[in-house]
C-alpha cells in the first residue's frame, strides 16, 4: 500500500523528482511496481511513497537489476522484509575481492617490465615477449583493450616480472599463472560450496527476513577466512618444500659438502 499522506504530485513533476521520464512511470505501473495514483476526475495524484518507489527502482535498476527482480525485491518489502538489509546481502555477494584497481599497459609497458630477463640478462626477443602477451591473453590474466592490455591484477604481473627477473622462462612463468588460476578456482569453489551447503541452505527459499543480516556478515567474513587459510596453508607447504627440495639441492651444490657427509 501507498500512503497518499502529505505532498502530493502530477505524474510529470513525479517523473522530474525521481529523475525517470513519465513513459517510464507509465510503464513501471503496468508491470505492477507502482502502485495507482490516487485520482481525482481525470487527474492522477502520486504521494511522496510513490516518489521514493521510483527513486528505489532507479537505484535498482542502476546496480544492474531486471525489472523482473525489481519486482520480487518490491514484493519482499511489502511483505514485511527489510529491502535495505536484502540490498546489503546483494552487496555482500557481488563486492569486488580485491581492492587493487585493475590498470591498463601497453606493449610498451610490458617489455619495461619484462626487460632484462632474457638469457644472460638479456631483453627478451620482442617475438617471445609478444607469444607471452598472447598467452597471457588466453590465460585471463590480461585483456586486449584499446592497443593495450587491462590488467585486472596488476600485482600478478609484478610478480611474474620478478620470476622472470630472477631467471625463469616467460613461459614457464605464465604455465604457474595458470595453475595458479586452476588450483586457487578450485579452494574457491571449496569454500562457497561450505557456506551454500551449511548456511544458506538451512535458511530455505525465500530467505527469512531475520535471516538476511547474518547471511550477509557471514558472506563478509569469508574473504577474511578464505585468505586467512590460503596463508598458512600455503606458508606450511613452502617451508616444507624449501626445507626438503631447495636446501638439499643447495647442499649437494655446496663445495666439500659431500666430503664432509662422508
Partial sequence: ???????????????????????????????GLLPPPRRQGRTGYYSDAHLA?????????????????????????????????????????????????????????????FGGTGVGGADPDPATVL????????????EPQDGGFLV????????GAELAAAGIPLDAVLALGRHLFQDIDVVASRFVDLVLVHVFD?????IPSAEVPRLAEVVRRLRPLAEQAVDVVLADAMERHVRDELRDRLGRML????????
Avoid at 540490498?87 to 601497453?106: I, K, M, N, Y
Avoid at 607469444?131 to 590480461?142: F, K, Q, S, T, Y
Avoid at 538451512?202 to 525465500?206: A, W
Fill in 53 to 113: 518507489r521510483l527513486r528505489l527502482i532507479g537505484q535498482l535498476l542502476e546496480r544492474g537489476y531486471g525489472l523482473a527482480n525489481i519486482h520480487e525485491l518490491l514484493e519482499a518489502w511489502e511483505s514485511g522484509q527489510n529491502v535495505g538489509e536484502l540490498l546489503g546481502l546483494e552487496a555482500a555477494l557481488s563486492a569486488p575481492w580485491s581492492e587493487e584497481p585493475a590498470q591498463v599497459v601497453g606493449p610498451e609497458d610490458l617489455a619495461s617490465m
Fill in 152 to 159: 585486472k591484477r596488476p600485482g600478478l604481473l609484478r610478480i
Fill in 131 to 142: 607469444r607471452a602477451a598472447e598467452d597471457a591473453v588466453a590465460a585471463g590474466i590480461l
Fill in 255 to 262: 663445495p666439500g659438502r659431500e666430503t664432509e657427509a662422508s
Fill in 1 to 31: 500500500m501507498v500512503d497518499h499522506a502529505g505532498p502530493e504530485h502530477r505524474i510529470d513533476e513525479l517523473a522530474r523528482l525521481a529523475g525517470t521520464t513519465v513513459r517510464n512511470v507509465r510503464a513501471y505501473q503496468d508491470r
Fill in 202 to 206: 538451512p535458511v530455505g527459499e525465500p
